[in-house]
């Protein structure tokens, strides 16, 4: 066979067999652009312009490089991030980091009820129908919440879960909507590279958000523990680290699209309106679907939230039991993992509840921002423990990080506890002097 | 459990760890962080008292170097300085290493957590009574069970400990044991290979090849049978292929064609190289048919006699053949040009007189699939008629092969309602 055939067969079957693996890292990276992330990336381009665009590069650095340690670690040793924290660490560390994670979930999981609840709010004042809207959400809020339990604990949802890929496509929209809104490109590109620094609380507020949204611990836990079902050992290790690598970088094109077109359309229009509800942040789409806008945006909003919705209950009530020790997954019954069943059924439900109160639909935006918020602010001393499982070298050999990614690891560990701590003072500050 | 008056006291790990201890120096205050262990007898004994002074320096305590030993009354009858360093002793298992790891319960068969350990003084030693797997041990490390024990024995009744003696839990050779414990021993080996299933799919991938090395080839064949898919496809494709081919000749051929169609292409292929030639050659003829037909499910040992044969003759020609099948329900009456003409159950030979032919007790009301019959349809013959095997009949009415009930009876089980299956399987 010639030479150049031979490389393109080689081309060819690494291809399929990055294609067969989708996707731990491509459907993690979806519900990476949940509703908080929609919000956030949003809320960024609309307060402040292209000025977080250049965060976006260290985040995905960061990202490839955290995702990546998650995919070594559970491809070396077969087990999940929460079994390795127990392991290597613990209890009590287990414990008191699964405890943050479990708050900043549960916040994460309003954000996505919350998203479903303000898609219906969207479609009810783009119909201008806003009342019966509002009065449907009791209805349809409490069937997918049965839908979502019905769907985890009945069926194999694995089967199903390429399908909530399809929200990919609704993030082209973005990139299509900014293009029509003529944005200064050159400018946008500088202002990638080029950073921003803006001294004040809210410019950091934002940026914490950006961060956290993209980098959650969650999606470390659930990464590894998928990698870890599909049986991915050391020898899939390469195609997978590829796949991961992949999503990371398509997760964070769209959310550069998404801050680029939010920034032209909500924030550098003239006579603009200023951004003070979910509502608000669809109207970036206008450029691409003109009335259509408020639809598009909901539907979009709804599939992404939807997915968070289903995986984030499962997947921090698998941690937590993992880390406990308790018995944990659908395949065993209540009666052999009571507490599986337990945590996952009162996030569910008390998560669709919350956004259910009456007169609490201002309340959205805010809490999908928050959360995105909380998360970043945990992520510092998680990313600690999951540098110190990635360099130990009695856990994973030559698997370990090697010297560069390690020094690089604990340099963003530093500087992450570096803003989490100034927005922390500034806070402070403004609280006191007022 | 040793018990009576032997046992004079037993402590928890947790509230050990940390606790201070007395000395008649009072300026060097030290307290207990630690034991090392003497692995080899049914409950190890604990050799040293591992105290840290408040210099953070480690030394060695034997129990009868203490003048007190009761929780919350510890005393040393010499000043720590003055005892040997834990690292003059070089090698020494310390217990805390035990805490938080994965261990095999194999009493019921499963994997747990090692939440805390139980310790108790025998004859003025120290051992290592077993380990502590409840929720009360986990309250206990996290030092909430003081105020959160009573509070939850409020309302749902007393908290109870969940200690697995320690002669019957088995280390799991995790990726963090620099125990020396890791040896599958007896304990592992004396368990059933359908209980060493369960816990085959408790662990990861690595766990589970590390626990089949320990096994011989005939039982490790006899446990993977017994997992789910998805745990034999994983495991068999992390085999050194000479292993896993050693394995699935173990196996009835269709169980291992089973394994072998979840595998990528070259790996099957490879294996199937490495096996014996007579095996490999029923396993490539099963391999043909797909997966969810009787052809897939069939296997190829079956016990065929002549239609001249007599119900004595019949008798002799089983206990030569017998040797090589696993399962023998029924005979199968063939003519000399391997038709099938009926079928006879080993109780119809049993009663007959051993002089009558066999084609006169034989049932030719013959029920039969063909290789491309559905999984689902084999399923629910077997189910109709009752039958414990259904023969498999290529266009000609020859045998190909016959498919036993346990063939189908994960599909039986999955056809049930689910709640019902459930019930059914945990009850």
């Not at chain 1, 609840?117 to 129908?129: K, L, Q």
């Not at chain 2, 009761?70 to 003059?88: K, R, T, V, Y």
């Not at chain 2, 068969?109 to 939440?115: C, G, I, K, L, Y």
């Not at chain 2, 003519?335 to 051993?354: C, F, T, Y």
Request: hydrophobic share 50%; net charge negative; charged share 20%.
């Amino acid at each position: 066979m010639p030479h150049r055939l031979l490389a393109f067969a080689r081309a060819r079957r690494r291809l399929l067999a990055i294609l067969a693996l989708v996707g731990p890292g491509l459907i993690t990276a979806t519900v990476d652009n949940d509703s908080g992330g929609i919000a956030t990336y949003s809320l960024a381009g609309a307060l402040y312009g292209f000025d977080l665009l250049w965060t976006l590069i260290p985040i995905t650095i960061l990202l490839i490089v955290t995702m990546e340690m998650s995919t070594r670690l559970g491809a070396a040793t077969g087990q999940g991030l929460a079994d390795l924290l127990r392991e290597r660490f613990g209890v009590k560390v287990t414990f008191w980091m699964l405890l943050v994670v479990l708050l900043a979930n549960y916040g994460t999981i309003i954000s996505e009820f919350s998203g479903i609840a303000s898609a219906i709010d969207i479609c009810g004042s783009a119909t201008g129908y806003p009342e019966f809207f509002a009065w449907l959400k009791y209805l349809i809020v409490p069937l997918l919440t049965c839908g979502i339990w019905k769907l985890i604990t009945e069926y194999d949802y694995k089967k199903i879960e390429k399908f909530f890929l399809i929200s990919i496509f609704f993030y082209f929209a973005y990139p299509i909507s900014a293009y029509l809104a003529k944005p200064d490109w050159g400018s946008a590109i500088k202002a990638l590279v080029v950073p921003t620094w803006r001294f004040d609380a809210g410019y950091f507020f934002t940026m914490i958000g950006v961060i956290g949204t993209t980098i959650t611990p969650w999606m470390q836990f659930y990464l590894q523990s998928t990698l870890i079902e599909k049986g991915i050992t050391l020898k899939d290790y390469d195609n997978a680290k590829w796949e991961v690598g992949l999503g990371c970088i398509t997760t964070d094109v769209i959310s550069f699209f998404i801050i680029v077109a939010c920034a032209v359309t909500l924030n550098f229009t003239p006579g603009a309106p200023p951004v003070s509800s979910i509502e608000d942040i669809g109207k970036a789409l206008i450029p691409l679907a003109g009335s259509y806008a408020g639809y598009l945006f909901a539907l979009g909003l709804f599939n992404a939230s939807l997915f968070g919705a289903a995986i984030l209950p499962l997947s921090t009530s698998f941690a937590i039991c993992e880390g406990m020790g308790w018995e944990r997954g659908m395949n065993k019954t209540y009666d052999e993992a009571p507490w599986f069943y337990w945590i996952f059924a009162s996030l569910l439900i008390s998560g669709a509840a919350i956004v259910l109160i009456p007169g609490i639909s201002f309340l959205y935006l805010g809490v999908m921002r928050v959360s995105q918020v909380a998360q970043g602010l945990i992520l510092p001393p998680f990313l600690y423990f999951l540098v110190k499982l990635g360099d130990d070298r009695s856990l994973l050999g030559e698997y370990a990080n090697p010297p560069w990614l390690s020094r690089l690891s604990w340099a963003s560990v530093y500087i992450l506890t570096i803003i989490d701590l100034i927005l922390l003072g500034a806070t402070i500050k403004e609280l006191i002097v007022g | 459990m040793p018990t009576g008056q032997d046992l004079e006291a037993r402590f928890f790990l947790a509230d050990l760890v940390g606790a201070e201890v007395r000395s008649p120096d009072e300026a060097s205050p030290c307290r207990i962080v630690d034991f090392t262990l003497l692995l080899g007898e049914k409950y190890p004994r604990l050799s040293h008292i591992v105290v840290e002074t408040a210099a953070g320096e480690r030394h060695l305590a034997r129990r009868d170097q203490f003048s007190r030993f009761a929780s919350g009354a510890l005393e040393l009858m010499q000043s720590a300085n003055s005892l040997p360093h834990l690292s003059d002793v070089p090698d020494s298992v310390l217990v805390r290493n035990i805490w938080d790891k994965q261990i095999v319960d194999t009493s019921d068969a499963r994997v747990v957590r090692v939440n805390d350990l139980q310790i108790a003084e025998v004859k003025g030693e120290l051992r290592l009574l077993g380990v502590d797997v409840g929720f009360r041990g986990l309250l206990r490390r996290l030092g909430f069970e003081r105020f959160l024990c009573p509070l939850i024995e409020r309302f749902s009744g007393p908290l109870k400990n969940e200690i697995i003696g320690w002669d019957i839990v088995e280390s799991v050779p995790t990726n963090f044991t620099h125990l020396k414990l890791a040896v599958p021993s007896q304990k592992i080996r004396e368990l059933h290979p359908a209980d060493l299933a369960d816990i085959l799919d408790d662990l990861s991938v690595q766990e589970g090849l590390s626990l089949l090395k320990g096994l011989d080839t005939e039982t490790a064949a006899e446990t993977l049978a017994e997992a789910e898919a998805e745990t034999q496809a994983q495991i068999i494709a992390e085999m050194p292929s000479e292993r896993a081919s050693d394995i699935l000749e173990e196996m009835e051929p269709d169980e291992a064609v089973d394994i072998l169609q979840d595998l990528e292409e070259d790996k099957a292929a490879e294996i199937l190289s490495h096996m014996d030639a007579e095996e490999a050659s029923d396993v490539r003829e099963l391999l043909k048919h797909p997966e969810n037909t009787a052809g897939g499910l069939m296997s190829m040992g079956f016990a065929t006699i002549f239609e001249e044969f007599s119900v004595d003759e019949a008798f002799k020609h089983l206990r030569l053949m017998a040797v090589d099948l696993e399962i023998i329900y029924y005979l199968y009456v063939v003519a000399k040009n391997d038709r099938l003409l009926g079928v006879v159950s080993i109780r119809d030979l049993l009663v007959a007189n051993p002089t009558s032919r066999v084609t006169e007790i034989m049932n030719d009301k013959l029920i039969f699939v063909t290789p491309d019959t559905p999984q689902e349809e084999v399923a629910a013959l077997i189910s109709k008629y009752d039958l414990l095997a259904l023969p498999v009949l290529d266009e000609d009415g020859g045998m190909v092969g016959v498919v036993t009930i346990d063939d189908v009876i994960e599909l039986l089980l999955d056809n049930m309602p689910r709640m019902w299956k459930r019930r059914a399987l945990t009850s």
